[in-house]
Every structure is written in structure tokens, then in C-alpha cells.
């Protein structure tokens, strides 16, 4: 009866992990939006952020935010549906393709850091921009690109074969199927693959440290000359997004609310996060349901 | 006039459009595989040398710089440039939270293929992809808020320690972890169950003896990617680990790791002096260690393939 003793008490500590990994979430959980959701109002997510006083708001950051997560994905999306393409269709086995390979797995594996470095190096120093939101677009880029170009491939290389046999066999060109059979069929899959990439964009911060900046101008709102200083939509101006707001008030300290506004943002940048992946998970089962005609 | 061109015309010239449509294609899926090559190619290449200019230019030996713990960059007399305690700080904090996260996550992978398959999948899975999702920055400013203090009042010290910088870690890369070694699990075939079963044996001796051994190098694999993640995790470790220089003797010591110290100073040294350059350097101790976890992964594959 040892062996039985033995089975019943590995089964209880492998329980007690479960619930231990659970409760860590529903931990996290509760405390940022607990203690979150009490600072959160329209005010709070409306008035511009305080260098000093009390009582500043997150309006730019959370806007920044945006804004630089959409230029990222302007990027990112048509290059990395480029290398998935490539990587599914025409790369041949062979030392390229391997080389392709391991490229990926660096860029996948460099920490954001390091990227925010080379960041700093290229983009900002090099080319003489200082800190700027389209510097640290192409910082994400780079952090986004292989997580992009891994969930085209694979949505491309789950496209049935019969259907790239029967375009190619109508006498339509490779590329031509590419372009009207096989990416339409892939696209539910490359878009959630996108979407779910936007919502680890969206919490990145260290890649933005030393390339988007830690200050944001005075915005004027009703400018919308994507050249001017002060306008919001100039892709040449620092950013401080919310992630790093978060990170910037709780090192720097100098506002008196720091813990209200931290867990504030944080409780709003969890949400958003959060809205990205059930709306990645609803427009996957969606077009899944219409595509196979399945309740 | 077009219109009366001969049907024969018509059609080798819409040929040659499409020819041309196919060859622009195909150049352009290349374009984007080359943009990927010549990142990576650039990322290696400017902080390579960017890195070793402390020791080029600057004249810091390299001995110096790994094996000293005197790190005083701003003293004017005779600056000091020992990052020891910090390349010590990073391998400790991210050891020491794979040692928790590991079990937690193997054994979490375990009770989601082996235990209850059904519903604990259903509950964990979602679970797990909710935690990767939440930014590092709430991590480092939960640790900041809760755990620092908690540690302060009921296990001794500042608070701001070695503990704190591992279990922050430690949680986020658990997701890491549990979601690799589900799929090694799960992909193990079902013969080995069903063998190990009709043999007699019970299922904590079948994980024990049979599916973690042939898991190994998956699961592995899963330790160490999680660690990489460690290893190059800056913000969240720099709020709870304290930052000083020294090095810690025990883990209730503040400490420091490479990237906290790069992201404290990069900001305010300014860019071209000696210790500016230093912070490159271990922006290129960061970037070996990250190709470093690479071979160590693709050796372990290679053993997988193996078998």
C-alpha cells in the first residue's frame, strides 16, 4: 500500500500547486482592480498628468499609448505578414532559411532592454531625432516582428493544401494564389495573432524608456497638423506611454498620489490587455464559427 | 487601337503583367525576410562595438570590469568600474526564481495533463494566458506595493532585497514555463501511459518514471526560456530590488542586476563619457547571455531529436 500512499500524496501536491498558481492570479487580480478601479473616473482618465501637484490624470499618457501601439502595428503587420509569407511559401530548406530561423529566435529572445538600447543607439542618437514616438514604434517593431511573422506562418502553413493545389492547378500564379486563396483563408488566425501581439505592445515599457521618452509636450488636442509641435498626432515628439508613467512615478516619486495614480494606470492598462485578448479570442471563435458553419 | 488587337496578343500580354505581378511578390516577402536578417545583423553589430568601446577606447582592462566588485564610476580621483556584484545580482535573482517557478510550473503543466485533464485544463489554461498578459510594470509595482512592505514588517530587512526581485520574477515567468511544459506533456504519446498503467503502476509512479524523464529536455527547455526571460527583465526587478552597488550576502540584501543599473543611469550619464560607456558594455554582457540561452536551448532540441 506504500506506492498508493505515495500516488494519493503526489495527487494532493500537484493540487495544491493548481490552487496555488490560481490564487496568485485571483490575488493579482483583485488587488490592482480593487484598488484601481476606486481611482478611476473621467477625470482621472481626461486631465493631463502632474509633474508635482496631486490629482494629475493619465489623458496623454493613455492616448500615447495608442497611438504609438497603431504606428508599431502600421509597421509591424505588413512586414511580418511579408516574412510569414516568405517563410511559409518560398523559403527552401537550406542554410538561408536556417539563417532566417535563428534570426528569429534571437529577435524573439532579445531582452526589451537591450532592444530600448539599440534603440537609443539608432534611432535616436544616430539619427539625430532625440526621443520620438516613431522611434519607439520601430523599437517595438523589432520587439513585435518575430511574434508576427511565427503567427502568419503557422496560420498560413494550417491553410488546407487542397485549396493552394486546386488555384494553382486552375493555372492562377503563385503569387496571385498568395494573394487572393491563401491569405484570406489565413486571416482570422493572422489577425488574432496580431491582436494578442498589440496587447504585449500595449504593457512594454522598457523598450520605451530610452526611445519614446518619460515626458510628453503640452498637447493641444484641436490641432491636428500631424507636423506642428504640439500637436498629438506629430510622430517626431517624446511620448511617455502609460506603462511607463507607471514605472516613471514610482521611481522618480515626486507626485504626492503616486500609489493613487500607479494603481489608476495600472488597473487601466490590465484592462486593456485584458480587452485585447477576449477580443482576439471572440473574433477567432467568431470567423472560426463562420467559416466551418458550426454553432 | 487596342480593341482590335488579336486575342492572341492580348493574352501574352496579360501573361507578361502577371509574370511581372509574381516577380514584384515575390520581391517583396524577400524584402521583408531581409529586413529581419539585417536587424538582427545591426542589433549585433552597433552594440557589439558600442559595448567593447569601454574597453577600446576607455582603456578599462576587461578583467577589471568582470571580476571587480568596486563599482564607483563617479569618483573623480580613481573611478572604479567592478560590475561583479551586478552580473552577480542577475544570475542569483534569476536562479533563485526559477527555483520556485519551475516546480510551480512543471507541476502545474502535470496536474493539467496528467490529473485532471478535462476541467483543470479549462480553468488553468486561461489562467496562465491572463498572467502573461498582465504588463511587467504592475508586476514591478504590486512587488512594489505589497510585497516590499510585507517583507519588511514580517521577514526582516528593507524590504527591497534579493527575496522581493526573485518572487516578482519568479511569478512572471511562471506563465513561461507552464505553458511549455503543458505542451511537452501533452505531446507526449499516450502509449507510455497506457504502458506504464498496464504494468501496474501507479500515476505518480507513470509521471515520476516514465512521462518526466521523456519530457526532460522539453521541460528543460522550458526552465531555461523562462530564465532568459529573468535574466533580461528589467523594470520590475529594478522596483523591488533596492539597487546598490554592493555585493548582497544574504537574500534579504538589496542588490542590483545589470539591467537595473542600465536603466537607473542610462538616463541621466551623459552619452559618450566613460561610465555611459560601461552601460554599454553590460548591454553586451545581456546581449551574449541572451545568444548564450539560445545554444543552450538549440543543444537541448538537438538531444530531443535524438531520441
Known amino acids: ?295 | 487601337m487596342e480593341k482590335l488587337l488579336p486575342a492572341k496578343d492580348r493574352l501574352l500580354k496579360s501573361k507578361r503583367s502577371r509574370l511581372d505581378g509574381e516577380f514584384r511578390g515575390k520581391l517583396i516577402v524577400i524584402l521583408c525576410a531581409v529586413i529581419m536578417i539585417s536587424a538582427t545583423i545591426a542589433i549585433t553589430i552597433f552594440l557589439g562595438t558600442k559595448g567593447m568601446q569601454s574597453f577600446t577606447k576607455n582603456g578599462i582592462s576587461i578583467i577589471e570590469f568582470l571580476t571587480s566588485t568596486n563599482w564607483n564610476p563617479t569618483d573623480k580621483a580613481s573611478p572604479m568600474y567592478g560590475v561583479l556584484p551586478f552580473i552577480f545580482g542577475s544570475f542569483a535573482v534569476t536562479f533563485l526564481a526559477a527555483l520556485i517557478a519551475a516546480p510551480l510550473g512543471i507541476g502545474g503543466a502535470i496536474f493539467m495533463t496528467e490529473i485532471a485533464p478535462s476541467w483543470g485544463r479549462k480553468i488553468l489554461q486561461p489562467i496562465v494566458e491572463l498572467l502573461v498578459g498582465i504588463p511587467s510594470v504592475v508586476y514591478g509595482f504590486i512587488g512594489l506595493t505589497v510585497l516590499v512592505p510585507f517583507i519588511r514588517e514580517n521577514v526582516g530587512g528593507l524590504g527591497f532585497s534579493l527575496l522581493s526581485g526573485m518572487i516578482v520574477l519568479a511569478v512572471m515567468i511562471l506563465p513561461t514555463i507552464t505553458t511549455i511544459a503543458t505542451d511537452a506533456m501533452s505531446s507526449l504519446p499516450n502509449h507510455l501511459r497506457e504502458g506504464s498503467y498496464a504494468l501496474g503502476a501507479t500515476r505518480w509512479q507513470t509521471i515520476r518514471k516514465v512521462l518526466v524523464p521523456a519530457a526532460m529536455p522539453s521541460l528543460l527547455t522550458a526552465i531555461i526560456l523562462g530564465m532568459a526571460r529573468a535574466f533580461g527583465e528589467a523594470l520590475a526587478v529594478q522596483m523591488v530590488i533596492g539597487n546598490v552597488r554592493n555585493l548582497p550576502s544574504s537574500i534579504l540584501d538589496a542588490s542590483a542586476t545589470l539591467t537595473t543599473i542600465i536603466t537607473l543611469n542610462m538616463g541621466h550619464t551623459t552619452y559618450g563619457s566613460v561610465e555611459n560607456n560601461t552601460l554599454w558594455s553590460m548591454g553586451l554582457i545581456l546581449l551574449i547571455m541572451s545568444f548564450a540561452f539560445i545554444l543552450l536551448i538549440r543543444y537541448l532540441s538537438s538531444r530531443r531529436k535524438l531520441r
Open chain 1, 1 to 295: 500500500m506504500n506506492s498508493k500512499a505515495a500516488d494519493r500524496i503526489a495527487t494532493g501536491v500537484f493540487v495544491a500547486i493548481a490552487i496555488t498558481i490560481v490564487t496568485i492570479l485571483a490575488g493579482l487580480f483583485f488587488y490592482i482592480f480593487v484598488n484601481g478601479f476606486k481611482h478611476i473616473s473621467l477625470e482621472f482618465l481626461t486631465s493631463p498628468s502632474s509633474n508635482v501637484r496631486a490629482g494629475g490624470g493619465i489623458r496623454d499618457q493613455l492616448f500615447n499609448s495608442f497611438y504609438i501601439l497603431f504606428i508599431t502595428m502600421l509597421i509591424t503587420v505588413p512586414i511580418g505578414i511579408g516574412g510569414g509569407v516568405y517563410m511559409a511559401e518560398y523559403a527552401k530548406p537550406g542554410k538561408v532559411t536556417d539563417l532566417i530561423r535563428t534570426c528569429i529566435e534571437v529577435l524573439s529572445s532579445l531582452p526589451s532592454i537591450v532592444i530600448g538600447m539599440f534603440g537609443l543607439l539608432i534611432f535616436v542618437n544616430t539619427t539625430g531625432w532625440g526621443y520620438t514616438i516613431l522611434g519607439g514604434a520601430l523599437a517595438l517593431t523589432i520587439f513585435n516582428l518575430p511574434t508576427m511573422v511565427r503567427t502568419t506562418e503557422d496560420a498560413i502553413r494550417a491553410v488546407p493544401r487542397d485549396l493552394k493545389e486546386a488555384s494553382l492547378a486552375l493555372g492562377v500564379t503563385h503569387w496571385h494564389t498568395i494573394k487572393t486563396i491563401i491569405l484570406p483563408a489565413a486571416f482570422p488566425s493572422v489577425l488574432t495573432g496580431a491582436i494578442l501581439a498589440a496587447g504585449r505592445v500595449f504593457g512594454e515599457a522598457a523598450a520605451l524608456l530610452f526611445t519614446a521618452g518619460l515626458s510628453t509636450p503640452r498637447l493641444d488636442y484641436t490641432n491636428w497638423n500631424p507636423f506642428s509641435e504640439q500637436s498629438p498626432l506629430n510622430i517626431f515628439r517624446p511620448a511617455e506611454t502609460l506603462a511607463v508613467h507607471i514605472w516613471s512615478v514610482n521611481t522618480q516619486g515626486l507626485i504626492p498620489d503616486v500609489n493613487e495614480v500607479a494603481s489608476g494606470s495600472s488597473a487601466v492598462l490590465v484592462l486593456s490587455v485584458l480587452i485585447f485578448n477576449l477580443l482576439a479570442r471572440w473574433i477567432g471563435s467568431l470567423i472560426h464559427k463562420r467559416a466551418t458553419a458550426t454553432k
